[in-house]
Antibody, heavy 118, light 110 residues
Framework: EVQLVESGGGLVQPGGSLRLSCAAS????????MSWVRQAPGKGLEWVSV???????YYADSVKGRFTISRDNSKNTLYLQMNRLRAEDTAVYYC????????????WGQGTLVTVSS | QSALTQPASVSGSPGQSITISCTGT?????????VSWYQQHPGKAPKLIMY???KRPSGVSTHFSGSKSGNTASLTISGLQAEDEAEYYC??????????FGGGTDLTVL
């Protein structure tokens, strides 16, 4: 069974940094497209970043240059390093794995809340 | 990377059919047959209900169907049920190898 468990969220001041983790089980993160998607309180879904099985990475314009997606195959874990955080980065961050037949996220974690506030 | 455009809300009575539209550009929806739809109930993670325009993941009800014409994709729910009341999001792969979501549509079952 595919399971994704995010951690690392919390309260951080504007300009600060945070690293989110997503521990995976039931599959190997290195062989799948893994994404981060966020949802601000009361708002819609926003795609943040993806790492493809070939290790290519892509980012939404809103986080490019500030966020870095990576994975540790030995720990079967996905990460999102978030630097220079802004108030508008406040959201629930979901880790997601692709559908076996396409790149769209199908398997989602429970999400972890990041609050950027002074 | 502008969000795809969806109506803010739609409504229908049980048993009726409704269609939610999702409009993008030639750089996303119009470029590939890579459009998906998600259903999200309050406080829950999104659920993939359609991918590659019209394919349903295993276990998803057949009363959901998808289509695309040009830069606009559509999700049709036939035989509306109370449990279909949720927020629906479209998403598309883009020519920049990224993904983009729509703003979401709140479906109310009257």
């Amino acid at each position: 069974e595919v399971q994704l468990v995010e951690s690392g969220g919390g309260l951080v001041q504007p300009g600060g940094s945070l690293r989110l983790s997503c521990a995976a089980s039931g599959f190997t993160v290195s062989s799948k497209f893994m994404s981060w998607v966020r949802q601000a309180p009361g708002k819609g879904l926003e795609w943040v970043s993806v790492i493809y099985s070939g290790d290519n990475t892509y980012y939404a314009d809103s986080v490019k240059g500030r966020f870095t997606i990576s994975r540790d195959n030995s720990k079967n874990t996905l990460y999102l390093q978030m630097n220079r955080l802004r108030a508008e980065d406040t959201a629930v961050y979901y880790c997601a794995r692709d559908n076996d037949s396409s790149g769209f996220p199908q398997h989602w974690g429970q999400g972890t809340l990041v609050t950027v506030s002074s | 990377q502008s969000a795809l455009t969806q109506p803010a809300s739609v409504s229908g009575s049980p048993g009726q059919s409704i269609t939610i539209s999702c409009t993008g550009t030639s750089s996303d929806i119009g470029a590939y047959n890579y459009v998906s739809w998600y259903q999200q109930h309050p406080g829950k993670a999104p659920k993939l209900i359609m991918y590659d325009v019209s394919k349903r993941p295993s276990g998803v009800s057949t009363h959901f169907s998808g289509s695309k014409s040009g830069n606009t994709a559509s999700l049709t729910i036939s035989g509306l049920q109370a449990e279909d009341e949720a927020e629906y999001y479209c998403a598309s792969y883009t020519t920049s190898s990224t993904f983009v979501f729509g703003g979401g549509t709140d479906l109310t079952v009257l």
